[in-house]
């Protein structure tokens, strides 16, 4: 089954714990993302790739980091999470640059 | 900087009473408009993309249409699994090799029996 998966689902911590949010596909997609959803603000987005070794900043870059070592998994990194950090966060990939985004299920982020 | 506004934020359906959302956008070029529906707890689902004004794409009771500032989501005869946030994105020409989408807020959709 073609998808995109996330873990963990649901993530609690507290300020400044290093933390690591795994994201992969089995699509073989060129194109990944992160965004990050909050009430009234919609689905943002964080950073994006477009193919191995290939990143770059979105709208709301600032406190994450990403890696895109391998063509299916592109990790999200908070190296030092605060607690507007807390969110629901998406991963999502295509296939092509204006190609429909496949999104994941979600994971719900707080940090106390 | 591009926007997208949808209205309204929430709308309440008896099943069979059609309807449509409204999605207004303001980008530079776009280069095209996507319709996502959301259920609680999960990830966008993709619906629609839309690439210039006048294009319509149907799938079952939604039909979605583009002008060149909106972009409307039929809803025809709705049943309670229509029930879930319909979320408009645009993605604009100046966006070079990315993959970026601008979202809107969503409309709220509940559709009773």
């Known amino acids: 089954e073609a998808q995109v998966t996330q873990n963990p689902r649901y993530l609690i911590t507290v300020t400044g714990k290093k933390l690591t949010v795994t994201c992969s596909q089995n699509?073989?997609?060129?194109?990944m993302s992160w965004y990050r959803q909050d009430p009234g603000l919609g689905l943002r987005q964080i950073y994006y790739?477009?193919?191995?070794?290939?990143?770059d900043k979105g709208d709301v870059p600032e406190g994450y980091k990403v890696s895109r070592k391998e063509k299916r998994n592109f990790p999200l990194i908070l190296e030092s999470p605060s607690p507007n950090q807390t969110s629901l966060y998406f991963c999502?990939?295509?296939?092509?640059?204006?190609?429909?985004?496949?999104f994941g299920p979600g994971t719900r982020l707080t940090v106390t | 900087e591009d926007q997208v506004t949808q209205s309204p934020e929430a709308l309440r359906l008896q099943e069979g009473e059609s309807s449509s959302l409204n999605c207004s956008y303001t980008?530079?070029?776009?280069?095209?408009l996507f319709w996502y529906r959301q259920d609680p707890g999960k990830g966008p689902e993709f619906l629609f993309t839309?690439?210039?004004a006048g294009e319509e794409k149907e799938k079952e009771r939604l039909k979605a249409t583009l002008t060149k500032k909106e972009s409307f989501l039929h809803i025809t005869a709705p049943k309670p699994e229509d029930s879930a946030t319909y979320l408009c994105?645009?993605?604009?020409?100046?966006?070079?090799?990315?993959?970026?989408?601008?979202f809107g807020t969503g409309t709220r959709l509940q559709v009773t029996l």
């Open positions: 999502a990939s295509s296939l092509f640059r204006n190609g429909e985004q496949y």
């Open positions: 699509m073989n997609h060129e194109y």
């Open positions: 790739s477009m193919n191995v070794e290939v990143t």
């Open positions: 980008v530079s070029g776009l280069r095209g």
């Open positions: 839309l690439y210039s």
């Open positions: 994105a645009v993605q604009a020409t100046d966006t070079g090799t990315a993959s970026k989408l601008t």
